[in-house]
């Protein structure tokens, strides 16, 4: 239907209204995509759930729905073959691919627990997403159902705390469900692929339907099979090269009912109808036993890949406008193009806004098998990166001052045996060149933030930067040292408030988390709190872990060490591996600030 909107004074264009069918019911992540897809293209989608991908295919075939939308493949759990399968098994028009990054919170009816759980509920795919974090939940079922919607309503419907459901924030508000955690799924960059189509030779509205932002960026669906022989899918991997195609997805499958074959899904940059596609099928035709163009479609609306160490805009909420500056910081404050929150990247980590990071590790490397079993206790706890200090600013020149580049190199091992990028001071300039190739993450240390040359030798280094503040260093010092960073053309810089020096005798420092909420107004940067130098007394650790996440820190850099009372450095404020993991799993339960 068309309706014509009525609107006082100018005639207002009417709004195409479609009705789009999508698996699952309301509150699915899917409908929660068509929704922000159609208030993007300025048109109306009346949402019709169906019960299956099948279902989905159907519904628009027969003329039930104008478009369909089905997810095809996930960043973390991989390809959804029955989204392929379905597309390819159907004639249908496909026309965009929406890439939507899936937010999972896990939700529960009021008055429920983290630690009651016993079951959660999510579609099979979401629970594949979050195993990380299912992982740290001892004794609860994961019941997979048929899609994040469902799990939702059906945790509501029951009134039972013991039962929880991962879905998205819409679905909590949907169906009246609190929000236990967030931040769940293995990795921020949760991104799941969905393709809107239509009936081939589409009449009526669904013809009315432009869907390209930008018809120069599409790509191509294709599911080939060949026999298997040695360099069969290298063929036709070099055909598709040969024509100066990029493939951005190929993944397997034994083909069912027929022997000794594969079929491969792949998706190509480019159009079928550009000359160069059309000569490239013609060569894959001859080589494969089976070749299905699935279709081409409008690929304008994937997100900006993020790129390794880059800094990237996440937030478009304006920023609360801060008094200009006494002293100017045009690349560290929060202002004109820097209004948008920034997330730096670091290895496969996403630090700053909309993300909680867990850093943890020794106050400094001692020994192989100590940094590998606290590497190996760090992931499994859910840290994300390991710290460890090689080079040691230490007050007296007497006392352990670090295993230096042997340090550096049990780092880089522990860093390959977990999987966990690692960060780890630097002291002088000429440290800087050797430390950025061997760590992912260059610290400042607290003594020397001031020490401008070697902010300007890391500035000019190809590796993110962790700055720490200063112990007697204003807030203005800590922008002031950060832009030192930022102006040698390195944008990424992650700040970092560990304690600083006050009248206060009874703890190590002070740490000022009054900082945290100043910085997250006046800079774009992210900002980590160290509470284990803030306070220097194990057993106060975790509280402040607690009000540096409620208080808006984007994560957290923690001491933690096999056995603290041998550290040969602050073993009174090294955390054992128990007392991390009771952290993690605390945190989790605090929610993330906007
Ligand atoms: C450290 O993190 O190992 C360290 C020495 O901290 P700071 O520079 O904050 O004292
Ligand atoms: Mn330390």
């Given amino acids: 239907m068309i309706s014509p909107q009525t609107a006082t004074g100018e005639p207002q264009p009417p709004t195409l209204t479609l009705t789009a069918a999508f698996e699952g019911i309301e509150g699915s992540y899917s409908h929660a995509v068509l929704d922000a897809y159609a208030a993007r293209r300025g048109v109306v989608f009346v949402p019709l759930g169906c019960s299956s991908y099948r279902a989905v295919a159907h519904a628009v075939l027969s003329g039930r729905a104008d478009l369909g939308l089905l997810p095809i493949d996930n960043a973390i759990a991989g390809t959804i073959r029955e989204g392929y399968d379905v597309l390819a098994e159907y004639e249908l028009?496909?026309?965009?691919?929406?890439?939507?990054?899936?937010?999972?919170?896990?939700?529960?009816?009021?008055?429920?627990?983290?630690?009651?759980?016993?079951?959660?509920?999510?579609?099979?795919?979401?629970?594949?997403?979050?195993?990380?974090?299912?992982?740290?939940?001892?004794?609860?079922?994961?019941?997979?159902?048929?899609?994040?919607?469902?799990?939702?309503?059906?945790?509501?419907?029951?009134?039972?705390?013991?039962?929880?459901?991962?879905?998205?924030?819409?679905?909590?508000?949907?169906?009246?469900?609190?929000?236990?955690?967030?931040?769940?799924?293995?990795?921020?960059?949760?991104?799941?692929?969905?393709?809107?189509?239509?009936?081939?030779?589409?009449?009526?509205?669904?013809?009315?339907?432009?869907?390209?932002?930008?018809?120069?960026?599409?790509?191509?669906?294709?599911?080939?099979?060949?026999?298997?022989?040695?360099?069969?899918?290298?063929?036709?991997?070099?055909?598709?090269?040969?024509?100066?195609?990029?493939?951005?997805?190929?993944?397997?499958?034994?083909?069912?009912?027929?022997?000794?074959?594969?079929?491969?899904?792949?998706?190509?940059?480019?159009?079928?109808?550009?000359?160069?596609f059309a000569e490239a099928l013609r060569a894959l035709r001859e080589v494969t036993v089976a070749l299905h163009v699935i279709g081409t479609y409008d690929a304008s609306s994937a997100p900006p890949r993020v790129r390794r160490e880059t800094t990237i805009a996440v937030d478009e909420r304006p920023a609360v406008v801060p008094k200009p500056d006494k002293v100017a910081f045009p690349k560290a404050q929060r202002q004109g193009e820097h209004h948008v929150r920034s997330r730096v990247m670091v290895g496969n980590v996403a630090i700053g806004d909309g993300n909680f990071v867990i850093i943890g590790g020794p106050c400094s490397v001692e020994s192989r098998d100590q940094i590998l079993t606290t590497a190996e206790a760090v992931a499994a706890a859910g840290g994300v990166m390991l710290r460890g200090g090689a080079f040691k600013p230490r007050t007296s020149p007497y006392a352990f001052q670090g295993l230096g580049w042997e340090g550096v190199a049990l780092l880089a091992e522990a860093s390959r045996a977990s999987g966990l990028p690692i960060v780890s001071e630097v002291m002088s300039i000429d440290q800087v060149e050797r430390m950025a190739a061997s760590v992912d993450l260059l610290q400042i240390g607290a003594r020397n933030m001031q020490n401008y040359d070697l902010l300007k030798a890391v500035g000019k280094a190809e590796?993110?930067?962790?700055?720490?503040?200063?112990?007697?260093?204003?807030?203005?010092?800590?922008?002031?040292?950060?832009?030192?960073?930022?102006?040698?053309?390195?944008?990424?810089?992650?700040?970092?408030?560990?304690?600083?020096?006050?009248?206060?005798?009874?703890?190590?420092?002070?740490?000022?988390?009054?900082?945290?909420?100043?910085?997250?107004?006046?800079?774009?940067?992210?900002?980590?709190?160290?509470?284990?130098?803030?306070?220097?007394?194990?057993?106060?650790?975790?509280?402040?872990?607690?009000?540096?996440?409620?208080?808006?820190?984007?994560?957290?850099?923690?001491?933690?060490?096999?056995?603290?009372?041998?550290?040969?450095?602050?073993?009174?404020?090294?955390?054992?591996?128990?007392?991390?993991?009771?952290?993690?799993?605390?945190?989790?339960?605090?929610?993330?600030?906007?």
């Avoid at 009134?159 to 293995?186: F, K, N, W």
């Fill in 93 to 276: 028009d496909l026309l965009a691919e929406i890439t939507w990054r899936m937010e999972h919170r896990l939700l529960g009816v009021p008055g429920a627990t983290l630690e009651g759980l016993r079951e959660i509920d999510s579609h099979p795919v979401v629970l594949a997403e979050c195993g990380r974090f299912l992982g740290t939940l001892a004794d609860v079922r994961r019941v997979p159902v048929p899609d994040t919607g469902v799990a939702a309503r059906d945790v509501a419907a029951a009134g039972d705390p013991t039962r929880g459901a991962i879905a998205s924030a819409g679905a909590a508000v949907r169906y009246g469900l609190i929000e236990l955690a967030d931040t769940i799924a293995d990795h921020p960059d949760n991104f799941t692929r969905f393709v809107l189509f239509r009936a081939p030779n589409a009449l009526g509205l669904a013809a009315e339907f432009e869907p390209a932002e930008d018809f120069a960026v599409r790509k191509t669906s294709l599911v080939f099979a060949v026999a298997d022989a040695p360099g069969a899918l290298g063929r036709c991997l070099s055909i598709l090269g040969e024509q100066g195609l990029n493939i951005s997805k190929l993944d397997s499958k034994t083909r069912l009912g027929v022997s000794g074959q594969s079929s491969f899904y792949v998706d190509v940059d480019g159009d079928v109808r550009d000359e160069r």
């Fill in 463 to 594: 590796r993110p930067v962790l700055l720490k503040r200063g112990m007697a260093a204003s807030i203005d010092e800590l922008l002031a040292a950060a832009e030192y960073i930022l102006s040698e053309g390195n944008p990424n810089v992650i700040l970092c408030e560990r304690g600083i020096r006050t009248f206060e005798t009874a703890t190590r420092n002070t740490l000022d988390l009054s900082a945290i909420p100043v910085l997250r107004e006046r800079t774009h940067l992210p900002v980590l709190v160290d509470p284990s130098h803030g306070v220097g007394v194990r057993r106060w650790i975790a509280p402040l872990c607690r009000a540096a996440k409620a208080v808006g820190a984007h994560g957290l850099l923690l001491e933690v060490h096999p056995n603290p009372a041998e550290a040969k450095c602050d073993a009174d404020q090294a955390l054992t591996f128990a007392d991390f993991r009771a952290i993690v799993g605390e945190l989790a339960r605090i929610p993330l600030q906007p």
